[in-house]
């Protein structure tokens, strides 16, 4: 049964430090997501990848966001410095669709940030 | 630019009772659309999607949703809720944003089933 997996399931670190989150997608897929998801804001979308190309990254915040795909089996996403507005559950999705098509997304289970 | 409206945030309903979540879309084309469910501390998954053809679409556990052009709408329903449905339900519109596809959210339903 394939599946996204995401880790950590659970992190807790202070405001400042940094913090990084994996995922490894769906052998296959071509595509990637990261949303972040809080009660206030809902899902946002905040990096997409094609083909382990970034092709949109306007959700996230430029100064201390960045997202990253070192090969065809892991995406990170790093916070640099943490604050506590990021607390949040970040979800990765993965898909397989073609250039200009869609197809569906499967998530993984969540990594839960909390910045003290 | 594309949206998507769940109308109601939180539905209670009683354990057997038939449900039917709202989903209302702004899209000029023909939409693909989804429902997705989010149990608490899980991620989502995927019940139904809709491309093309049948409006009428069947997914797991015992789901349905109605695609109506006329109305810009998705309901999701099922006949006979179980408490096991209790959960976070999403509906979701593929839209072009920055020259690529990507899924656009609604806030969510938040369903409780009463025994």
């Known amino acids: 049964d394939a599946r996204v997996t995401q880790t950590p399931r659970h992190k807790v670190t202070e405001m400042g430090q940094e913090v990084t989150m994996r995922c490894q997608p769906i052998?296959?897929?071509?595509?990637v997501f990261w949303y972040r998801q809080t009660m206030m804001q809902g899902l946002e979308l905040l990096a997409y990848f094609r083909n382990r190309a970034p092709l949109d990254d306007s959700g996230m915040p430029k100064d201390r966001f960045s997202a990253e795909m070192p090969d065809a089996t892991l995406a990170t996403l790093k916070i640099q410095p943490s604050e506590p507005r990021d607390s949040a559950v970040y979800f990765c999705?993965?898909?397989?669709?073609?250039?200009?098509?869609?197809?569906?997304?499967?998530f993984g289970p969540g990594t839960r940030l909390t910045v003290l | 630019a594309q949206s998507v409206t769940q109308p109601d945030i939180h539905i209670t309903v009683s354990e057997g009772a038939s449900l039917e979540l709202r989903c209302n879309y702004s899209y000029g084309a023909t939409p693909y659309l989804f429902w997705y469910v989010q149990s608490p501390g899980q991620g989502l998954q995927l019940l139904l999607k809709?491309?093309?053809?049948?409006?009428l679409v069947q997914g797991i556990k015992g789901f349905e949703a109605e695609f109506k052009r006329s109305q810009s709408s998705f309901n999701l329903r099922k006949p006979s809720v179980h408490w096991s449905d209790a959960a976070e339900y999403f509906c979701?519109?593929?839209?072009?944003?920055?020259?690529?596809?990507?899924?656009?959210f609604g806030a969510g339903t938040r369903l409780a089933v009463h025994p």
């Open positions: 979701a519109v593929v839209g072009i944003s920055g020259g690529y596809n990507k899924l656009i």
């Open positions: 999705a993965s898909g397989s669709s073609p250039s200009g098509g869609y197809n569906e997304q499967f």
């Open positions: 809709y491309f093309s053809g049948d409006t």
């Open positions: 052998l296959g897929h071509n595509t």
